[in-house]
Structures are given as structure tokens and as C-alpha cells.
């Protein structure tokens, strides 16, 4: 029955051919137009270390107070004084601070120009907090971290190029006047958005190619490649060391809190040394602290470009305005054939037969639409770049489970549109339509 | 024309008559403000910058290994000296940055040092004297900078300039009674003195954050003495900027090899730079333009498609009407003054929506208000679509012969 059915929908398409293209045509288009904004929403929205979110936490220290900070909130990274105070209280699980650094790795074997490679100099912790994945070696020890030992981990990308891709752990890398000896090779580690590093980038710029100890470079007095926000504050300091002192902030802060109970226990630490620096006469405001999870940080920094809800919202109204359309355009098919209905109805057939039949000859459509929909969104995928920007259009791809919801979307949005004209009819009266027209 | 019949047959539809009725208001909607974004996102990118963009190429020029400010002072006199020494070079200047580079030093000034809240924000260019000329600013009051006024400053020094040069928005902002030359002013809490005005002159940053203080610029003499590297602006002989440019990059490292300038990103001519800065906007305002054509093509193709259907239902009335007397442009003038009823029940609907949209955008996006006039040109663009796409149709029923009346099927 089913299959009779469909051979019914089938010749019913083939006798309106223009009718048939407009509605498969309006059905692709709006289908095609949502999946292409999804898919770039879909990259940008997404959780990019679901297993961890909830156990790494961004601390914020308020040391602006009230009449420098923005709207009450405490600014997005450390000071050096506070993030020292942090490293050195260890009262997490496990801690980082880092700030981003641009280095020339200059060749000592060959006549290649210095090129610059961008990186981030922290602490040991960074790479099991952030699951970072190794090819070779490891990340550095906290001894190493102590010892201001110069130590490096490298990229992927960057070992390639220096060293054919061969293991070269123990190896040497001179970055501008120093040699760093490797101790970690990185497999490619590029999560999107990078929401370690909300605070010098929108998290969609390239990853990172080198790491180095954070006391190594403070020692050589290496100064961040990143953003430094002074908020209008009068502490800024005049020479390296009192910018140092001073209350800029610069230095990004992660910790890792495996349970609620440490959650709670660092939030009323935070909340102390903030109480603390206020007796010893630093801050002249109450404690002002937040502690945030991956996910309310992403969102606190809007990780999710404006331009990427704005498309999203008028694909979906590009959609319902289509499926208008295909609603109209069924029912101007459908109700052209009134006399047939009126005649199967007649001969016997059931409301839920009529249904069944005009159903089927629905979903054609929309199994027609949906495949026309793929092929534009798959022609459209190319144009993202266009309007998103290179970063994140990179990110959009179309993969398996888009190409099946692209389909499923199309199938049920005609059903859905299909539902009131198939309504209407069914709804037609047998004697009606008998008598002469 | 008479509208009773119209409407009495119209309410014999009603579910065809509210699907293209309610397409059309939605089409409206989108239409409206895909055209507003389309024109606030060209405005904003055609937005001038101030300088002479034509002949301009930037060098984003990066040290290699561990220097001291002197060093690099002589260094980057040397280059420029070199620089300026190239046949197809006009002039040349080093700075932090460039109008539209996206980022950079922004600060607040203050007019007295006690207050709490800024004056103005500003962008902050490092200048010495070749800068106007290179730019090809206007001087419009005052004077340039002198060649000893500009110092030197490293990573963390603080920023002291003995004077400012103001651009006259900057200038306007701080002194409405035009007396801005000569006056002190605090910046990044030391004192400095205006020297100079130049017409025009744009910010870092087009993004929405820094609207704020758009085209409030101010020139400082000093050089950016700092192993990160630095910009150097170049302006070229009109006409010569590809040959300044492989040029330039020959004579740089011919002065020292110990620097890095990127393959990709190190150079940029001018149009590349405002290319880049204004990436999203333009993406935006061709995303707006493919959905509008799209959705008035669909529109159209809608009510083409319903249309046709009526049509066709009504072969036999037409035929009787034509039968007693109404000629081809009675029926023609029916089906056209039925299209403009439906069309503008859902303009009326659709202008609602336009303005319900556009108040939900401005509050999601800090988008601005809907201007009337682009509800306008939408109503005016949706009616001419209807009139339009029924055309076909209702020709088609103008053709209807009086013999049909006579036909029973």
C-alpha cells in the first residue's frame, strides 16, 4: 500500500512540473540556508572540553575596585602580584598562569632566515589540566617549573619543520638568545574556541607552537606578547619592575577543582586573600572575586560571534518563510484534485487512506527538497568564509550527522507543512465533488 | 474595479488568501532589516580613514633576540634612513600602529588630573615628523613635530611627550569653544601640551567597542623602542607602491638580516588592511543581500504558484463573466486588485513585524533603530513583487474564452 502510495505521489509530481520545482526549490533553499548558519553556529557554540568544563575554573581577583573596574565585575586576568600569590598558595588540585609569548626560533644547522613562532610561557600543570596530547615526551615537572629550568614542549607543526617530524625529545631549540632543551613533542592541540586563552584572543586564531616555564622567561624578563589592561587605574607603574608591582593585569589563571567541595573551599580562599589585601591596605573595597567554569567563562567572554546568532535567527524565519510557501503551493495541488479525491473517497477509501497518499506524496518532496538542500549546503559551505570570517568558517564542516539532519529537517518540515493542506483534503466531500462541476 | 466581489470570493479562500498574505509580512520583516544591516554595515565600511590610502604599504617588522632601547633607536633611525633612501619610496615613518590595524593603544584623557572620569578616549599613534607627510595628513592648525622632540620609549616606560598632536574631532571634543591649541591636557596621567591639529584621522579598531571615541586620535613624538617589534608605515611615489614594496623589504635586510617579517601577514598594502578590517561587515551585508533575493524570489514563486491555482479553479466563472460583457482588462484588473488587498493585509502585518524584529535585534545585538524610510522601500519593493508575479497568471485568465462558460468540466 505504502509503495502504491507513493507511485500515486509520484505521478501526481510529474503532472505539475512547475508546481513540483517550486516547492522542491523553496524547501532546498530555506533548508540549505539553516544548515549553512547551524553548522557555523553549531563550531563556534560548542563545548570544546566537554569532559573538563566543570572542573576547571577561571579565578577573578577584583583589584581595579569600584571605580575603575566594568560594571562591578572583577578584570578578566591577574596582575603579577596575584598570580604569584595563587602559584604559590597551591590550593588547588592543579594551577596555571601564562601569558602568551612570541619568540624567534633561529636555525643553528642551516642558512633558514628566524622565523617567529607564537606560544605561551606557564607552568607544568598546563598540559594535564588543558588534556593536552603528546606525541613524544611529556610536559615539564614541577621541579622544572622551580628549578627555572630552560625547558620547552613544541608543536606538532613547529617539530615538522625543524626536525622532519622525528622524535626529537631531548633535542635543543634556540628561541632569540636562548637554547631550550625539548622535553615534549604536542600532537595537534587546537580546541575552538581556545577558552584557556579568552583574554589575548577570540579564541579562534592559530594554536600555539611553543611552550616555555614561566619563571625561565620572567627571569629573562620576557614580556607578554598578549594584552596588558591597565582599566584606567592609577597603579601602572613607570619601569619593568614596577609594572610588575602595579595593578595592570595580563596574566591568564586556571585551576583545576575536581569536586564541589574544593570549588567551595577555593571560592572562600579567593574570597580571603581578597580580605587580606584589603587589611594590609592594597584594595580599599570589600573582597570582589568570581570563580567560573569553562562554560559560564565562554559565555561571560562571548565566545560565540554576534555575526554567527544574527545569521542563525534569519535562516530560521528563511525556513518558516519557506515552508509558508510549500504550505500554500500543497494545498493549490491538493485541492486541484479534489474530483480524484472525491472519487477514491467513492470507491471506498478511507479519511486515513486520503491521508497516507497525500502524506507520502509530501514526503517526496521533502526527501526531493532535503537532497536539493545538501547539495546547496555543501556548495555553500565554500561562501562561509565570506561572511564568518576564515578562523571559524574553517571550523564549519559538512559531516555525517549534518548531512543526515539536513535530510530530516526537510522531510519533517514539508510533513509539517503538508499537515493542513492533507487536512483539507481529506476533509472533501465525496457527493460534492460527484455531482457535476 | 468593485472590492465587494473580490472580497466575498477572497473569503471563500481564506486559507490561501492568509498563507500569501502572512508570507508577505514575514518577507517584509526580513527584507526590511536585511536591507537596513546591508546599508549600516556599507556605510560603516566605506567610513574614510583620513589618509591617503593609495600609495600606503605596512611593514610589521619584528626583532630577533635581546636588545637594548638605544640599540634599537639607532636601528630603527638606520631603517627608516634606508627606507626614505629607496627611489620609489615618497616617505616613511615607524609608529604602533595604523588606523583600521584593529588594535592597539587606546588611553582616556583628562583635563585635570583630579578627575576620576575621562575626558575622551583616544587611539595613540607614535609619530616623529615624517608622520603627517606620509599619511598625507592635513596640518589644518599649529605645527609638526621636531626631529629632538621624539624620544624613545621601551616596553614599560611610561608615556611622557613634551606635546600632542590632536586630530580636530579630538580637538572639538575636548575644547567645544575651538581653543584646543596650545592647552594642556593629561594624558595617561602626565601632562602634555596640544601643538598641533590635523583634519582627519581614524581610530585603531572599526568594532562597535570603540565607536565611542571614533576618530578621536592623537600623535605622539616617540619611537617604539621594544624587542616585540613595530610597525613602519611607507608611503609610495604615486603609482610605484609594487615596486616600493620589493624594494623596501631589500633594503631592510640589507641593513640587518636580524629581523623577522612575516611572508603572509608582515606586508600589507592599504586596501588589504581596510580588507581585513572590514571582513564581517561586508560578509554580512553579501549574506543579507543573497537571503532578501532569495526570499523575494520565493515570494514571487508563491504567489505565481497559488495564483495559478485560483486560476485554474475559476476557468468557468471567468468564462461567464466574459460571456456577459467584462472584457480581457475587467479580468486582468480582478486578479490585480485581488493580488494588491492580499498583498497589502500582509504589508500591514509585515511593517508590525519589521518593527517588532528590529526592536528585538537592538536589544540582542545593540543593532540601531529601524529607519522608516527602509520600511518603505520594502512595502514599495513587496507591492511591485505581487503586482508583478501575478502578472503572468492573470494574463493567463484575461485569455479565458466565453466559450468555457458553456463547457461543463
Known sequence: ?437 | MQIKPILAALRRHKAGTFLIAMQIALTLAIVCNALFIIQQRVTHLSEPTGIDEADIFTIQNEWVGKHTDVELNAQMQADLQAMRSVPSVADATASNSFPLRGGGWDDGIKLDPAQVQDSSGTAIYFADPNTIDTFGLKLIAGRNFTADEVRSMGMRDNLKPASVIVTRTLADKLFPDGSALGKPIYLAGEQTTIVGIVDMLQTQSVDRWASSFRYRSLLVPARLTIELGGFYIVRAKPGQRDEAMKAVKQALFAQNPRRVIDDEVGMLTFDQVRAIAYDRDRGMAILMGIISVALLAITAAGIVGLTSFWVGQRRKQIGVRRALGATRRDILGYFMTENLLITSGGIIAGALLAVIMNLWLVTRFEMSRLSLAYLLVGVILLLLLGQGAVLAPAMRASKVSPVEATRSI
Open chain 1, 1 to 437: 500500500m505504502f509503495v502504491h502510495n507513493l507511485r500515486l505521489g509520484a505521478k501526481s509530481l510529474r503532472r505539475n512540473p512547475v508546481l513540483t520545482a517550486l516547492m522542491i526549490m523553496s524547501i532546498g533553499i530555506g533548508v540549505a540556508a539553516s544548515m549553512i548558519t547551524y553548522a557555523v553556529f553549531r563550531a563556534v557554540s560548542g563545548n570544546p572540553i566537554p569532559q573538563k568544563s566543570s572542573v576547571l575554573f577561571v579565578p577573578q581577583i577584583d583589584n581595579w575596585g569600584p571605580t575603575y573596574n566594568r560594571a562591578g565585575e572583577p578584570p578578566p586576568a591577574l596582575n603579577y602580584t596575584d598570580a604569584m600569590a595563587l602559584m604559590k598558595a597551591k590550593k588547588a588540585e592543579r594551577q596555571t598562569v601564562f601569558f602568551p609569548i612570541s619568540a624567534s626560533v633561529i636555525s643553528t644547522t642551516t642558512e633558514r632566515l628566524p622565523f617567529k613562532v607564537r606560544g605561551y610561557a606557564t607552568f607544568g600543570d598546563f598540559f594535564p589540566m588543558f588534556e593536552v596530547p603528546f606525541l613524544y615526551g611529556s610536559g615539564w615537572s614541577h621541579e622544572s617549573d622551580d628549578a627555572h629550568e630552560a625547558v620547552a614542549v613544541i608543536s606538532k607543526e613547529l617539530n615538522k619543520k625543524l626536525f622532519d617530524g622525528a622524535n626529537s625529545v631531548g633535542k635543543d631549540i634556540q628561541l632569540d638568545d636562548g637554547t631550550y632543551r625539548i622535553v615534549g613533542v604536542t600532537d595537534t592541540y587546537d580546541p575552538k574556541p581556545r577558552f584557556f586563552d579568552m583574554f589575548n584572543s577570540d579564541g579562534y586564531t592559530d594554536p600555539a607552537q611553543v611552550y616555555v616555564p614561566f619563571h625561565h622567561m620572567m627571569d629573562l624578563k620576557v614580556d607578554t606578547w598578549g594584552n596588558n589592561t591597565c582599566g584606567g587605574g592609577p597603579n601602572r607603574g613607570n619601569d619593568y619592575q614596577s609594572w610588575l608591582r602595579g595593578e595592570c593585569v595580563w596574566l591568564a589563571a586556571w585551576v583545576e577543582l575536581p569536586t564541589k567541595a574544593d570549588e567551595d573551599a577555593y571560592r572562600s580562599w579567593l574570597r580571603g586573600y581578597a580580605e587580606e589585601q584589603q587589611r594590609s591596605g592594597r584594595f580599599g573595597w570589600a573582597p570582589n572575586v568570581r570563580l567560573r567554569n569553562v562554560v559560564d567563562w565562554l559565555d561571560y567572554r562571548h565566545a560565540v560571534p554576534p555575526e554567527s546568532r544574527i545569521a542563525l535567527t534569519i535562516a530560521v524565519s528563511f525556513l518558516i518563510i519557506c515552508l509558508v510557501n510549500t504550505v500554500g503551493l500543497l494545498l493549490a495541488k491538493f485541492m486541484r484534485r479534489a474530483p480524484e479525491i472525491g472519487v477514491r473517497r467513492a470507491l471506498g477509501a478511507s479519511r486515513a487512506e486520503i491521508y497516507k497518499q497525500f502524506l507520502a506524496e509530501a514526503g517526496m518532496v521533502g526527501l526531493s527538497g532535503g537532497v536539493l538542500g545538501l547539495i546547496l549546503t555543501g556548495a555553500g559551505m565554500f561562501g562561509t568564509g565570506l561572511v564568518f570570517g576564515k578562523e571559524i568558517a574553517k571550523l564549519a564542516q559538512l559531516d555525517f550527522s549534518l548531512v543526515l539532519l539536513t535530510l530530516v529537517v526537510a522531510v519533517l518540515s514539508t510533513l509539517i507543512a503538508a499537515f493542513y493542506p492533507t487536512w483539507r483534503a481529506a476533509q472533501v466531500q465525496p457527493a460534492w465533488q460527484l455531482k457535476s462541476n
